[in-house]
């Protein structure tokens, strides 16, 4: 009678994954049933920082990519397992039904994970609700007003960086570019009422064009609860990436909120190097719009940008061939599908949303000049 007590308090012990993975789904289903606004300031204003300080003042501190540590351990739990089913002597049967329950308990382990360390974020307001952010009416003329005001600014900012018109070298330094990034972020999203305990950390995931062959410049990954950009992009797209993914960091899941939340936080800084990358990519997003809507008023925004300028472009556009896409169509359905079952009724397009969402923060409280 011992053993069996021991033998079945060990099979428990052993699926609790897939315990936590029904858990999760029942507070899925009774935030929406009862209220999810108020499960979602909850977790906004206890949980989630409580992970955050409880992460980032101790393993955030380690020289390397958490996710590295992640991956190894993975790698152990699937060798350890294989190694167990081969040794096993049960029948067939019993191999693969151990197998099964083995598979749900590591996809309930994944799913707990998920949404307790960072996916119950998807259940917040719109960035545009949350800021308050006017209802304005929007054309072509703004835009096209738009985009000539960001090239003129684009091209002061690099006049600012240097004269030589060649491929510019930014030469960032990694340490300092994180830390003032990040302080400007805080500083940012505090004013907005925001919790900003912890101190996220942003790495260089490596090998170069890890990300990038899959059309990723960064990504968050919540269970290193760390972001992550790919280094063998261009350094000018370092600042801009890096403040997207640390908006995920601080809770924010909409794309097109991140990309809006790093040009603001681009913008905020003094630096020069961090300045001119949050404007060259929202210029890029400004001009790829117009040029799949108005290809000729396109050209001629191109026709007006400054030799270096230029030239950063087609180092931007060179470095990103070398790393070419793998399966981008497989990729993109995926992701879309990924965001649109979270809440993201745009999908993908939800990257492009940053000009809409500019043009209604310049009518806001919030607004602040992008010269300095």
């Known amino acids: 009678m011992i053993e069996k007590s021991q033998k079945y308090k060990f099979s428990a012990f052993s699926y609790i994954g897939l315990l936590l993975g029904l858990l999760t789904v029942i507070v899925h289903i009774l935030s929406q049933l009862i209220c ?3 499960f979602f300031g909850f977790y906004e204003k206890i949980i989630y920082p409580s992970i955050r300080v409880l992460y980032d003042y101790t393993v955030g501190y380690l020289p390397f990519p958490f996710v590295y540590v992640v991956f190894c351990f993975l790698i152990f739990l699937l060798y350890k397992s294989f190694q167990r089913f081969l040794r096993s002597e049960q029948t067939r049967l019993h191999k693969l039904k151990d197998l099964g329950l083995g598979f749900m308990n590591f996809i309930g382990w ?21 800021l308050g952010l006017p209802e304005i009416t929007i054309d072509s003329a703004d835009v096209v007003t738009e985009l000539a005001e960001i090239t003129l600014l684009l091209n002061e900012a690099r006049d600012i960086l240097s004269a030589d018109t060649s491929r510019l070298e930014m030469n960032l330094n990694w340490v300092n570019l994180e830390t003032e990034i990040r302080d400007r972020q805080e500083e940012m999203i505090s004013t907005w009422g925001k919790p900003r305990k912890g101190r996220v950390r942003i790495r260089a995931l490596k090998p170069k064009g890890l990300l990038l062959r899959f059309s990723t410049a960064g990504i968050y990954i919540p269970f290193a609860f760390e972001g992550h950009i790919d280094p063998g992009m261009n350094e000018i797209q370092w600042p801009f990436t890096m403040a997207h993914e640390m908006a995920h960091g601080y809770g924010y899941t909409d794309e097109g909120a991140c990309n809006f939340i790093g040009l603001l936080t681009c913008m905020r800084s003094e630096v020069p190097e961090i300045r001119y990358s949050g404007l060259m990519g929202y210029w890029r997003y400004l001009f790829f719009d117009m040029r799949n809507r108005y290809p000729d008023v396109a050209k001629q925004t191109y026709d007006t940008l400054n030799v270096g300028v230029k030239n950063d472009l087609k180092a931007i556009r060179a470095d990103l061939n070398r790393y070419p896409d793998i399966m981008p169509v497989v990729r993109d359905k995926i992701y879309d599908s990924y965001l649109k079952s979270h809440g993201v009724r745009s999908g993908l397009q939800s990257y492009n949303e940053i000009t809409m969402q500019v043009l209604r923060w310049k009518k806001s409280k919030h607004a602040f000049n992008f010269r300095k």
Not at 112 to 129: M, R, V
Request: proline share 4%; hydrophobic share 40%.
């Open 36 to 38: 999810t606004n108020c």
């Open 110 to 130: 994944v799913v707990f994970l998920f949404y307790f360390t960072w996916g119950f974020n998807y259940y917040q307001p719109s960035i545009e609700n949350q």
